[in-house]
């Protein structure tokens, strides 16, 4: 069909993408759009989660960091689970997304995508196999205590867990010793790898010459540290959920005043504790880095800085100094420095943290494209809250809520296979 | 023949180190790549335009429209016509509706009166992809499917974009957008389906006072190399570092 008969035909698949969403001000050159959207403000924003997570495991198993012992084996199965999900806003947002994996066959060397795809599968391959070695012998234990059980579920366990062990069955005290230092080893090269997948997705951005808000050599470093920040916030408040859910579980079936109960309280506690000032050395990291961004472009003032400026302390003033760095920044520090820490407490201020590395993502990405290239307008994103086509649905609301759901699913199951939560 | 796991392991790590190095010094080119590599290499395309000639009829981008197959009434477009007009006071007022497509027949702008008297100056630029000699575009592009000729012209591959947008946020003049029918990575290609088979692009074609010409950098004897050279032309937003190639004459500081 020709252009022309699909335009007579008025199909609504004929969209300029970015349309609908964007609404302009003033001068901006004609096809200029608020082209990347909301699904890839969730890209660096659920990279940054794997990243964290994974950063936090090593934290225990590379430097020996005893107090973190209960959150590795649980933020790394945790990480697995969200592995995946960094994939998948960009998959979501390509128009052509049935050609993603040309990027694999002709990757294009120059490009900051091109690599992902390899980056990507090396830290895969990285978190894969330390979670079998850590898992091992727990796979082999499964193995004999379902050996001749009846039952499917029993059944299909049994096998499931014969394939996972590989055929390494021993579990000699050598073979363990040999597992443990495996995982330090794999540990200690997964922290620049999980940091270099995402300082990369920083470098997407900071290598854009053309957008005056994205490029900086402190961008990667930027993201690092905010990724750090984010993946440990999320994978204490899953911990924390999880735990409530067991304390009441427990209340409910011995009653409050159970010993178990305080076991579990306790130790939540504790965990908590320890892991919150790991988040806090890397909050202030995030913050000194950012601040130092913006006082620099303000004191070069290069040419874009005018239209920054309006930008940053006008149109998005609530959203940069409002929300990110009041809300998301400055509030949760407040709330886990301040003294006698409540487990009600973190959890209100590890929203707040997880909230902000969203907002930060949000003015990078959106931010980013709140001004023409010429400097001399506008435009504002109008994000799709109930969609009416595939495109609003994908690039909009329900499509990041997906996005945002999809590592609970997965953890849910994957937990199944190699449970993460001891409370001894 | 007794082989130990442990020679097993060793030798076929070897033998796929051995395989991979050798495919590992071929460099990946995408299939238009491969295609855009052998071409006439005795001609760079660049453009000229003068805007001292343009009057803001429109009459380029209709071309354009119409010969591109950008659908007409959608406000994407491969090429474009900006207005200026500068006012006493410093303020400038800036416009493209519709790229400027229905030429400019009217003093308001924005719907805003302007008052004649106050005007210092006024004219027209024409915009279109400048061709760049190092364009970012093509570095971004990670699958490769935006390539450049050996003549110069940056291209997109239908068959191979998968519709990233990377190469729409590189490009620092803003002349990229997704064609809304193929729905992959969308520019001006100077009509190099036209050029490649000696005919002009449509929108020099169609302008009626040479406010926009097209030439062979490589040929001293081409008129438009011959402007280039012999006086003053500038181009567009230098600071990038993109090496654009449509030169301008009579640019003005206050152009975007
Ligand atoms: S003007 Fe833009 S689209 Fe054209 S070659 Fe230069 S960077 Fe690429
Ligand atoms: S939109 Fe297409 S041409 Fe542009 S960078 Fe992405 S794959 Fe390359």
Known sequence: ?????????????????????????????????????????????????????????????????????NMARFSLVFSLALLP??????????????????????????????????????????????????????????????????????????YLYIVLTLGAFDTSDKAIAKDKKAVKILAAIGIPVACFLHGYAGFIFGSVKANALWMSPLMPVIFIMSAI??????????????????????????GKGDKSVHVIAGAELDVITKTSRYLLGFLIAAITLELLDLIFRGYTAMKSWDILR???????????????????????????????LTIKRVFVALVLVLFGVFMMRWNVVIGGQAFSLSFAGYMHYHMPIIPHSLETFKEGLFGALTVAATPFVLFWIINKVTPSFEYK | MSCSRRDLLKNTFKATLASALPLSAFKMLSPAQVKASVGDSNVRWVFLVDTHKCVGCGLCVKACKNENEIPYDLPITRTWVERYVLMKNGQSH?????????????????????????????????KLCNQCKKPACVQVCPVGATYQTRDGVVLVDRTWCIGCGYCIMACPYGMRFFHPVHKVAEKCTFCYHRITKGMKTACVQNCPFEARQIGNLKDPNDPVTKIIMNERVAVLKDEYGTKPQVYYIGLDTNVR
């Not at chain 1, 609504?12 to 302009?24: A, F, Q």
């Not at chain 1, 699904?39 to 989660?49: D, E, H, R, S």
């Not at chain 1, 499964?142 to 050996?147: N, T």
């Not at chain 2, 493209?96 to 497509?101: F, L």
Request: charged share 15%; aromatic share 16%; with cysteine.
């Open chain 1, 1 to 69: 069909m020709s252009v022309e008969a699909i335009v007579a035909q008025g199909a609504e698949h004929l969209g300029v993408h970015g349309l609908e969403w964007t609404s302009k001000e003033l001068f901006t050159y004609p096809n200029e759009f608020i082209y990347w959207s909301i699904q890839i403000v969730m890209y660096p924003y659920m990279t940054g989660l794997v990243a964290g997570a994974f950063v936090l495991s090593s934290l225990y198993h590379v430097f020996g960091q005893q107090d973190l012992k």
């Open chain 1, 85 to 158: 999900v960094a994939m998948m806003p960009l998959q979501l947002h390509l128009q052509q997304p049935f050609r993603g994996m040309n990027v694999m066959f002709t990757p294009h060397f120059t490009s900051a995508i091109a690599a992902f795809g390899i980056v990507f599968s090396t830290y895969a391959v990285i978190v894969l196999s330390e979670i079998w070695f850590v898992y091992r012998q727990y796979f082999v234990e499964q193995v004999i205590a379902l050996k001749g059980r009846e039952g499917i579920k029993d059944r299909f366990m049994y």
């Open chain 1, 229 to 254: 920040v984010s993946g440990i916030a999320l994978c204490m408040l899953t911990y924390i959920i999880i735990m409530e859910w067991k304390k009441w579980g427990t209340i409910i079936a011995k």
């Open chain 1, 310 to 340: 309006s930008v940053m302390y006008g149109k998005d003033f609530m959203n940069i100094f409002v929300l990110q760095y009041t809300l998301g920044n400055l509030v949760p520090f407040i709330l886990l420095l301040m003294p006698r």
């Open chain 2, 94 to 126: 800036i416009e493209s509706p519709s790229g400027g497509r229905d030429g400019y027949t009217d003093t308001k702008i924005r719907g805003n009166d302007i008052p004649a008297d106050q005007i210092t100056k006024g004219f027209f630029v024409p």
